[in-house]
């Protein structure tokens, strides 16, 4: 019946699945990611002066990459409620980059962004104390 294995076909079936398939949080690593955000950030957001206050935590390192996986909605605002938490004891600029998160539905960036602003913000009474973008 589906869903009745031994316990060691499970473990088999599962490490030939990890082998043959990375999980969508392999690929690209972090690394890869933070640094395509990096250069994303030089050329297009200092390059075409779309905010003038990127370029001084740019070019003096105080600029902070985090890369947050998966699609939860929740653990991403989560992750980002932290930054900002953090941004209010050590200010700085902290971009958060979620890859897996609806890449193409600019939508529901929109109500993650909404829900922070609105909920977590308020709720933690941050508004005044650092900036979401």
């Known amino acids: 019946e589906l869903g009745e294995s031994s316990s060691s076909e499970e473990s088999s ?6 082998k043959a398939q990375p999980t969508i949080y392999d ?9 395509r955000t990096l250069n994303w950030i ?3 957001v200092v390059g075409l002066n779309l905010c003038p206050f990127a370029a001084s935590p ?4 105080k600029l902070s990459v985090e890369i947050v996986r998966g699609r939860d909605a929740e653990s991403i605002a989560a992750a980002v409620l932290l930054e900002l938490i953090l941004r209010t004891d050590e200010p700085g600029t902290t ?3 979620a890859p897996e998160c609806h890449p193409d539905d600019f939508g529901t960036y929109l109500e993650i962004v909404g829900f922070i602003e609105d909920a977590l913000m308020v709720e933690h009474e941050l508004h005044g ?4 973008a």
């Not at 740019?58 to 390192?61: R, V």
């Not at 104390?129 to 979401?132: M, S």
């Open 129 to 132: 104390r650092v900036q979401l």
């Open 58 to 61: 740019l070019s003096s390192n």
């Open 27 to 35: 690929d690209p690593p972090d690394s890869v990611v933070k640094s």
């Open 95 to 97: 971009v958060v980059v």
């Open 13 to 18: 079936s599962e490490e030939s699945r990890s």
């Open 42 to 44: 030089k050329k297009v």
